[in-house]
């Protein structure tokens, strides 16, 4: 069974930093692109970040560039966002997806997502 | 970046009724496109990608047509599981976007 947990959620203050994860189970991580996108409070859905199975393509969406740092370690099955400069803004449940299997690095749906972690920024 | 635009953010509806759901791009993205659900407190589900095609396990009263820029998705007989919010999302360019939401509620 696919499993996406995510973790390191939680209060920071603005200008603050926080780095979230993402344990990935029950499928070979190293083979799936694998996204970040986020829900602020009663909104909708916003892609943040993505990147390729080998980590050689990396994408930002223009509101988190130069702040955000997307990662991911194949051998932990694990993927990462180090989030830097946090502001008000930022303030969302963040979600990992990994994308579709499209025999390769290639553009596809999101076909599985965590539960989330809540980060508020807030002083 | 491409924009999503669903044109209805709240859609009043019955049990058994049949729902279109409706979403434009502003620019042609052939058939990349995605349809989720998404109840409250609960992460987004896959229903429908390419456009058209069904995610495994997604009842047959879901169905996704279009293709370019205009592009709808139908829910044949309402029921009371369906009542959420509905995103399209397109994934033609990198920087994929979500249409705002359309929620489903009880008429």
């Known amino acids: 069974e696919v499993q996406l947990v995510e973790s390191g959620g939680g209060l920071v203050k603005p200008g603050g930093s926080l780095r979230l994860s993402c344990a990935a189970s029950?499928?070979?991580?190293?083979?799936?692109?694998m996204n970040w996108v986020r829900q602020a409070p009663g909104k909708g859905l916003e892609w943040v970040s993505s990147i390729s199975s080998s980590s050689s393509y990396i994408y930002y969406a223009d509101s988190v560039k130069g702040r955000f740092t997307i990662s991911r370690d194949n051998a932990k099955n694990s993927l990462y966002l180090q989030m830097n400069s946090l502001r008000a803004e930022d303030t969302a449940v963040y979600y990992c997806?990994?994308?579709?299997?499209?025999?390769?690095?290639?553009?596809?749906?999101?076909?599985?997502w965590g539960q989330g972690t809540l980060v508020t920024v807030s002083s | 970046d491409i924009q999503m635009t669903q044109s209805l953010s709240t859609l009043s509806a019955s049990v058994g009724d049949r729902v279109t759901i409706t979403c434009r791009a502003s620019?042609?993205?052939?058939?990349?496109l995605a349809w989720y659900q998404q109840k409250p407190g609960k992460a987004p589900k896959l229903l429908i990608y390419k456009a058209s095609s069904l995610e495994s396990g997604v009842p047959s009263r879901f169905s996704g047509s279009g293709s370019g820029t205009e592009f709808t998705l139908t829910i044949s007989s309402l029921q009371p599981d369906d009542f959420a919010t509905y995103y399209c999302q397109q994934y033609n360019s990198y920087s994929w976007t979500f249409g705002q939401g359309t929620k489903v509620e009880i008429k």
């Open positions: 029950g499928f070979t991580f190293s083979s799936y692109s």
């Open positions: 997806a990994r994308v579709a299997y499209c025999g390769g690095d290639c553009l596809s749906q999101f076909d599985y």
């Open positions: 620019q042609s993205i052939s058939s990349w």
